[in-house]
């Protein structure tokens, strides 16, 4: 009895072992495809405060003068890469990618911040207003 | 920073590629070492197989025919009791398993161990089967290829000499006999152990998978295919045998010292002429002489279920050696399985099969058959031109009033041979004869050796001839 | 990260359905009488369910895949060794508790790892404070099973050897920080080669390779010099070859490697026992209870791998490889985003020598390499392995929780 009872059950434990390990794979490629996920919007935005436009922001988004940033602010003030703002869990951080004139959350100077819903960054001589 | 998170992601790298050449090993080891690990002699240090063989009763092996060869029964005691009904005369090819008591096993209780033990047929489902039908206890029952009756009769003729006989189907490769004497009986294994195994006459040995000889005369086949092949221009030659013939200073005779006259091919091969067979075999050359033993595989071991020795032809350096070669003599040694074969390829058309003892294993509850032989090829040294050519001439050593076989002869049936007088340092020559019939649709090969049995013709083509006729008018 | 959370719980779940359905078998296999092993037992995951729950509780952006995993590794050690062992079951459950707790206390003591790093002659402190314990079996230690690397302290034995290999790995990442020019990879390669020594005297030729092993790799890493490798890797066949003439339970092993027939009932025994029970498994098994495991030497501790792959197959064998294979993983990516040079060399070195413990000591026991006497870490039994096992990942886990909520303390810094 012991015997069938035991044949029977190591192809259940042998299943279970199996099913456990194909659900650490999943998260581990859920993992990989969270990096990818950067490209995916969210559902804050940053407008300028003179109102002329409105961004929608990524899960992490670059903020500059150059071309190749998400977000293009042409001011001789805003640094080429001048910063980042990156979703972590429900959180936006934004985080300063040593610009020369620096990165001002509500007046103050920071590397990286938290950022919340109706605060004013100032990027060179931009002001802009986070969105959540 | 960026280095060094390369060279971790290097790092990363190293160690996925240990961790799956674990996985890679592990597989591999289940796939292709198990079983070797499971059938080896070493197995005596396997204490679970030793607990398996005491609870399961170990299943029987049969003839070709269903008749019991070895069974198990349970003593008194509880304790099994393995019981060869055909003692000495399948001593060699059964063999005995004697793990339980630390002595190894060999033969077929060896090569098919863990079906006598019923630890074949690890699909589930058989195995619940067996479970519920009560089984587990009774170890598979494995058929030979073997017929019982033959075996009995090539023991018989063999009683009272030392040597070997195969008998096999050249078409399929199923042994049909397979007898090595001296020989001891199983039964008394128990009491006898250290006598038996330390026989002066190797009695455990099978003489006709294990035991090594000059082929002699008989490797006249193979010289003969070589020529066929590689030269057939010399197959015209005419030679004047004077009964010996001075190779570098050697003088090499024929047996006996006869001069043979003028002869052709044919008839050489018929009266078995050494000098002429030295001339062609120097004409011939050594690399020839070479290439047509390797496509008989003799310098293999050939594969059977049981323990087989490796046959030895080392390359032939100069003049005597190839001189010596060209006749079966000088350093070569061979198995009576592999001569078995070699006559085997005449008689299929070119082709050896490969040989084999298991015909089929049977689970015993059930009559189900877990495992079967089926024919597969194992060379092909020669084709069907050449196999027909050496056919006639090894019907005329048969059918001839000159040829060396003739004792060989069966009234209504065409036996096609070739006789050998290999020539020893331990004594009187040892006598060969390789055989098969009928010629015209062979249906059995045969290859006989007697040990220090003197002349091929005269002591083993007679035991050859009994076993063929006793098969064909089975 | 809703689908992240509710996978990790799932794959817990089957962790537990495993243990309640292999301990059923065995309660039925063995009928225990002891009221302790029950309770111990039904403990087990009650234990677990109670430090996933804390851990995404205090780390929520931690590596809760390292307790699942442990959980899993852990639990396959207990079964067998209610199988092979059963009085040892309620001391490795107190040990797996145990371990849990450092795992905790590992990850707060190095979520700022910085100290380690100024703390003022960190690193003659390190050095020292391993040699010590690697050093002090030869004089106080006990000889087990062949090899001198016990200490004994009332009853309790004592694998000081573990510890060191923690702070041996601090002391290369402080040091390999700073000093990679040739002279200081010399001096750490003499240090290296008289650690691997004493080990060698010490007859522990695992830890010998480990130590060694990992030094050679932490330096390529940080100098990404292949001739270092090279040359490394060269000494160690030199010493290899020098140690096989010198040492005759070096010989034994290599010659016990290559040719394991040569004398079963002696010096092959263990190996050959070990390649039986694997044998005997085939790929699904024997089921549980139905093997023999407990035939081979040591099974609880060096050769459990072996018993694994006899009762559940080497498919079961497969799944633990896999499952040190995730940790590695998990191991690599705290390295790689790690916040500076320090951490990232620090998790690194600890993921190296975990990873090569584990290739050791399972490629030892199924013949792919010669066996040294490691354990196989969270599954073997023995307190000091499974101890520091936990406190190596409790500090991965502490590089990776203070990597992630460095941002927070940057606010406002200007």
């Known amino acids: 009895m012991y015997y069938i009872l035991s044949q029977i059950l190591k192809y259940v434990l042998i299943f279970l072992i199996y099913l456990f390990l194909y659900r650490v794979f999943k998260i581990i490629y859920m993992d990989i495809k969270g990096v990818r996920r950067e490209r995916q919007l969210t559902s804050a935005k940053l407008s300028f405060l003179t109102g002329e436009r409105t961004f929608t922001l990524f899960e992490v988004t670059s903020i500059g003068r150059s071309d190749e940033c998400d977000i293009v602010i042409e001011s001789p003030y805003v640094s080429a890469r001048h910063a980042l703002i990156k979703k972590r869990g429900k959180r936006f951080y934004i985080e300063d990618l040593n610009s020369t004139n620096g990165t001002f959350v509500n007046g103050k100077r920071v590397k990286v911040a938290r950022i919340k819903n109706g605060d004013i960054i100032t990027l060179g001589d931009v002001d802009l207003k986070f969105i959540a | 920073m960026s280095n060094l998170k390369r060279n971790i992601k290097i790092l990363f790298g190293i160690f996925a590629l240990l961790f799956f050449s674990l996985i890679a090993y592990l597989t591999y080891f289940q796939l292709y070492e198990r079983d070797k690990l499971i059938t080896s002699s070493y197995s005596v240090y396997n204490r679970r197989l030793i607990e398996q063989e005491k609870k399961i009763l170990r299943g029987s092996i049969l003839d070709r025919n269903g008749i019991v060869l070895a069974k198990s029964v349970i003593e008194a005691d509880g304790t099994q009791k393995r019981i060869y009904l055909d003692g000495p005369a399948f001593a060699q090819v059964i063999g005995y398993s004697r793990r339980i008591y630390q002595q190894g096993s060999t033969g077929i209780e060896k090569a098919y161990d863990r079906e006598l033990l019923g630890m074949v047929g690890s699909d589930p489902m058989v195995l619940l089967r067996k479970l519920i039908l009560g089984k587990g206890q009774i170890g598979d029952n494995v058929y030979l290829t073997i017929d019982k009756a033959l075996q009995d009769l090539a023991y018989r003729e063999m009683e009272g000499k030392k040597g070997a006989v195969v008998a096999l189907n050249p078409k399929t490769g199923e042994i049909l006999a397979m007898v090595s004497t001296p020989s001891y009986d199983p039964n008394l294994l128990d009491r006898d152990w250290e006598k038996i195994m330390t026989s002066p006459e190797h009695v455990v040995l099978n003489r006709a998978t294990q035991g090594l000889y000059p082929p002699g005369s008989t490797f006249k086949i193979i010289t003969t295919a070589a020529v066929l092949t590689y030269m057939p221009e010399l197959f015209k030659e005419v030679y004047d045998c004077k009964g010996y013939v001075v190779v570098d200073g050697n003088k090499i005779s024929d047996f006996g010292g006869i001069a043979h006259g003028k002869e052709n091919f044919e008839r050489a091969f018929y009266v078995s002429c050494n000098s002429f067979f030295i001339e062609i075999g120097l004409k011939l050359g050594s690399d020839n002489l070479e290439k047509m033993a390797y496509a008989f595989g003799l310098n293999q071991r050939v594969p059977l279920e049981i323990d087989t020795a490796k046959n030895y032809f080392p390359s032939i350096d100069g003049k005597v050696a190839l001189a010596e070669t060209s006749i079966g003599q000088g350093k070569i040694l061979v198995t009576p399985l592999t001569m078995a074969l070699a006559a085997s390829a005449v008689a299929n058309d070119g082709v050896i099969m490969k040989p084999y003892l298991m015909k089929y294993v049977v689970d015993p509850l059930s009559g189900a058959v877990i495992e079967r032989n089926t024919p597969n090829k194992y060379l092909t040294p020669i084709t069907k031109e050449v196999a027909d050519a050496i056919k006639s001439l090894m019907i005329g050593v048969v059918n001839n009033p000159e040829g060396t076989g003739r004792l060989a002869q069966i009234p209504g049936i065409t036996v096609a041979g070739k006789t050998g007088t290999a020539e020893n340092p331990f004594g009187a020559p040892h006598a060969w004869f390789v055989a098969f019939a009928p010629a015209e649709n062979p249906e059995i090969a045969v290859a006989v050796v007697v040990e220090n049995g003197g002349e091929g013709g005269k002591v083993a083509a007679p035991i050859a001839r009994d076993i063929i006729k006793a098969y064909l008018s089975r | ?414």
């Open chain 3, 1 to 414: 990260m809703d689908e992240y959370v509710k996978t990790g719980s799932k794959a817990l779940k089957d962790v537990f359905w495993i243990f309640v359905i292999a301990f059923a078998l065995l309660f039925m296999h063995r009928r225990p009488e002891e009221a302790n092993t029950i309770y111990y037992t039904l403990a087990f995951p009650v234990l677990i369910f109670i430090v996933y729950y804390l851990h995404v509780r205090l780390f929520p952006l931690g590596e809760i895949q390292f307790v699942i995993l442990t959980a899993f590794l852990t639990e396959m050690g207990l079964i067998m060794i209610y199988r092979v062992a059963p009085e040892l079951l309620v001391k490795q459950i107190i040990w797996i508790a145990i371990g849990f707790g450092l795992y905790f206390i590992a990850s707060y003591l190095f979520k700022h790892y910085g100290w380690l790093y100024n703390l003022k002659y960190g690193e003659y402190i390190y050095i020292f404070l391993a040699v010590g314990l690697i050093i002090s079996t030869l004089f106080f230690g006990k000889e087990i099973g062949g090899a001198k690397n016990w200490l004994t302290f009332d009853g309790i034995y004592v694998q000081p050897a573990e510890a060191a290999k923690v702070i041996y790995i601090i002391f290369l990442a402080r040091y390999l920080k700073d000093k990679r020019d040739l002279k200081n990879i010399l001096i750490l390669g003499a240090i290296t080669i008289g650690i691997a020594g004493i080990f060698a005297l010490e007859k522990d030729l695992g830890m010998a390779f480990l130590f060694y092993t990992t030094t050679v790799l932490m330096v390529f890493l940080v100098t990404s010099n292949l001739f270092y490798v090279a040359s490394g890797f060269g000494l160690m066949a030199i010493g290899g070859i020098l140690a096989y003439f010198l040492f005759w339970h070096v010989r034994v092993r290599i010659e016990a490697w290559l040719n394991p027939w040569m004398d079963v009932p002696g010096k092959t025994y263990q190996i050959v026992q070990s390649l039986f029970a694997i044998a005997a498994g085939g790929f699904f098994g024997t089921g549980l209870g139905m093997g023999h495991p407990e035939y081979i030497p040591v099974v609880a501790s060096d050769f459990i791998f072996s018993a694994i792959c006899e009762e559940f197959g080497i498919l079961g064998g497969i799944a633990i490889i896999l499952v040190y294979f995730v940790i590695m993983y998990r191991g690599i990516k705290v390295a790689l985003e790690a916040r500076d040079e320090f951490g990232a060399l620090l998790a690194a070195g600890l993921i190296s020598m975990f990873s090569l413990q584990v290739f050791t000591i399972i490629g030892g026991v199924i013949k792919f390499i010669p066996l040294t006497g490691v354990t196989l870490p969270f599954v073997s039994y023995g307190g000091s392995s499974m101890v520091m096992s936990f406190f190596t990942l409790g500090m991965l886990n502490g590089i990776s929780v203070g990597e992630e909520e460095e941002d927070v303390q940057f606010e406002a810094q200007y």
